[in-house]
């Protein structure tokens, strides 16, 4: 007989993207938290007006490579920072939402514009504020050093931290998923 399993445990989850085709297949829209999923959650201050982050080139490929199959991507976040908006022109993303406190509604909005339901949406959050946002998708995604409280409501947790390679990891998981990794591949062949 087994003992019922402990609820304050982390989920187990697969490591390999077959554990997830049929939600994964489904995406049409990754929205990624900023601090702690696109940078590894530090905030550098310069003394001035400014603060200093920074990104991970694998993730930024990793969103432009989504982009080309026609996956939407772009940013949700609580802080408000002119380095993020210039990365989300550097990488061309779809939107990028900034000084969200409350999350959820932005989001409601993001996918109302964009025409996608939240079941075709994925999410990359790391902490207490983004968990609004993780229950709302239909691929939600906690990075690897993620609060707990997040972790436990992932459909996925990936292997690499947040600014780390994390997003990279989710968007070659969903190209997989959804058949288009050869074909992105082959791009960068011809």
């Given at each position: 007989m087994h003992a019922p399993p402990d609820e304050s445990s982390e989920p187990e989850l697969s490591p390999t993207p077959e554990g997830f085709t049929s939600s994964a297949k489904k995406v049409r829209l990754l929205?990624?938290?900023?601090?702690?999923?696109?940078?590894?959650?530090?905030?550098?201050?310069?003394?001035?007006?400014?603060?200093?982050?920074?990104?991970?080139?694998?993730?930024?490929?990793?969103?432009?490579?989504?982009?080309?199959?026609?996956?939407?991507?772009?940013?949700?976040?609580?802080?408000?920072?002119?380095?993020?908006?210039?990365?989300?022109?550097e990488l061309d993303l779809d939107f990028c939402v900034q000084g969200a406190t409350y999350k959820r509604p932005r989001l409601e909005e993001i996918l109302a514009r964009e025409q996608v339901s939240p079941e075709e949406a994925a999410y990359i959050g790391d902490d207490i504020i983004d968990l609004p946002c993780l229950k709302m998708v239909g691929f939600p995604v906690a990075v690897a050093d993620a609060h707990p409280e997040v972790k436990r409501v992932a459909a996925y947790l990936t292997r690499q931290n947040g600014g780390r390679g994390a997003v990279r990891e989710t968007a070659e998981l969903l190209l997989q998923a959804q058949g288009h990794w050869q074909e992105v591949l082959e791009r960068f062949f011809t």
């Open positions: 929205v990624c938290d900023v601090d702690g999923v696109l940078t590894d959650g530090r905030i550098i201050l310069d003394g001035g007006n400014a603060d200093i982050k920074a990104f991970s080139v694998l993730d930024g490929l990793g969103l432009r490579m989504l982009k080309t199959v026609g996956i939407k991507v772009g940013l949700l976040t609580g802080r408000k920072s002119d380095v993020v908006a210039r990365r989300a022109t």
